[in-house]
């Protein structure tokens, strides 16, 4: 996942703007990424997921990229809002280890009106 | 609604008083799992369960315990909570190799 530390990463972003949060990944076995939203005081809501045989998939204004090569994984919000601001992270399962999913502390993300 | 719940939403405690967190899923899933949350670190597993009557440790287990007597509980047991425990905990609850379902969490603090 992301760096680990005690600052979270901040992204600000006008609202209208496009968002792109990245996440590096280590392992080359992982296989199954999901990148989850979490607003202040509440649990980690899913966002959208991505399986290792695919480079891309949107959902309703997000898109995941996976590239398997660099190990990086990004999510693209589209025409940023008020309401997507919060800490996003993403989280790794590596193959046949259902068990054990691996998270990033996290990007703070700011929308500015 | 398909959900995790968990309580309470907050506790204060005080070293070496025995407590315990429900956590509770309704939508049949077998796979569920504890993480604690640290300001600046990911989310780390405290214990997991892959069905009834199976647990395992994550990676943090120490000083914490949990039971899995029926397929929507698993609750989370510190037998004598000291106050490194202090911590948000998050019970998440997934079908096997699928997306992983949190609850609200539970914000304890131990004096």
């Known amino acids: 996942g992301e760096s680990v530390g005690l600052h979270l990463p901040t992204l600000s972003v006008q609202e209208g703007d496009n968002s792109i949060i990245n996440c590096a990944y280590s392992n080359s076995a992982s296989d199954y990424f999901i990148w989850y939203k979490q607003e202040s005081g509440k649990g980690p809501q899913f966002i959208i997921d991505?399986?290792?045989?695919?480079d891309k998939r949107q959902g309703q204004r997000v898109t995941v990229l996976l590239n398997k090569t660099v190990k990086h994984l990004s999510l693209q919000i589209a025409a940023t809002q008020p309401g997507d601001s919060a800490v996003y992270f993403c989280?790794?399962?590596?193959?046949?280890?259902?068990?054990?999913?691996?998270f990033g502390s996290g990007t703070k993300l700011n929308v500015k009106p | 609604e398909a959900q995790v719940t968990q309580n309470p939403r907050y506790l204060i405690t005080v070293t070496g008083k025995k407590l315990t967190v429900t956590c509770s899923q309704n939508?049949?899933?077998?796979?569920m799992s504890w993480y604690r949350q640290d300001p600046g670190l990911g989310l780390r597993q405290i214990y997991y369960?892959?069905?009834?009557?199976?647990?395992d440790k994550g990676d943090v287990p120490e000083g914490y315990k949990v039971s899995r007597k029926e397929k929507r509980n698993f609750p989370l047991i510190l037998e004598s909570p000291s106050p490194n425990q202090t911590s948000l905990y998050f019970c998440?609850?997934?079908?096997?190799?699928?997306?992983?379902?949190f609850g609200s969490g539970t914000q304890l603090s131990v004096l």
């Open positions: 991505i399986r290792s045989n695919m």
């Open positions: 369960s892959m069905n009834v009557e199976v647990t």
């Open positions: 989280a790794e399962n590596i193959r046949h280890n259902f068990n054990k999913f691996y």
């Open positions: 939508m049949n899933h077998e796979y």
């Open positions: 998440a609850s997934s079908s096997v190799g699928e997306k992983l379902f």
